[in-house]
């Protein structure tokens, strides 16, 4: 890895993800966040699936145990300021360390999601912690030779 050579793959910091229903697509989703990457798209997989809409699930408050930034331990929960009382308690019920950050820190990782829905619509977010955007873009299913 990380040699440009050919046959050779470099290591990435992105991680995608894809889930079905039925056998069809239902979230596309990719982030960038380090060893929280799997933490990030669990968070938004969940709000996801309580109904929320895509920039919603993408821009919710966030939490990610371990070393997420320099001198952070295991044992340290880093999570968004802006998060819920609920979420508050139960992080410091845990016993872990925990270390308040601003709402929508980049070090918490960046995401993009693409969701459709079940009558074939979709909707996509980026995510507000980065300078990026999202569209989705209709094409038709078959192109007739007159276009």
Do not use: W
């Not at 038709?140 to 276009?147: D, E, G, L, Q």
């Amino acid at each position: 890895p990380n040699v440009i050579a050919p046959r050779k793959r470099p290591a990435h910091t992105l991680m995608p993800a894809m889930t079905l229903k039925d056998g069809s697509v239902r979230h596309i989703l990719s982030t960038m966040g380090g060893q929280g990457q799997p933490q990030i798209l669990a968070q938004i997989l969940l709000h996801a699936t309580r109904g929320a809409t895509a920039q919603s699930a993408v821009a919710a408050p966030r939490g990610i145990v371990g070393p997420q930034s320099d001198g952070a331990t295991d044992d340290l929960v880093s999570f968004e300021s802006d998060s819920s009382y609920t979420t508050r308690e139960a992080l410091v019920g845990s016993g872990l360390f925990l270390l308040e950050v601003p709402p929508k820190t980049e070090s918490l990782g960046q995401a993009n999601v693409v969701f459709a829905e079940s009558d074939g619509r979709m909707s996509a977010a980026s995510d507000p912690r980065s300078d990026g955007s999202a569209a989705v873009a209709h094409y038709p299913r078959t192109i007739s030779p007159n276009s």
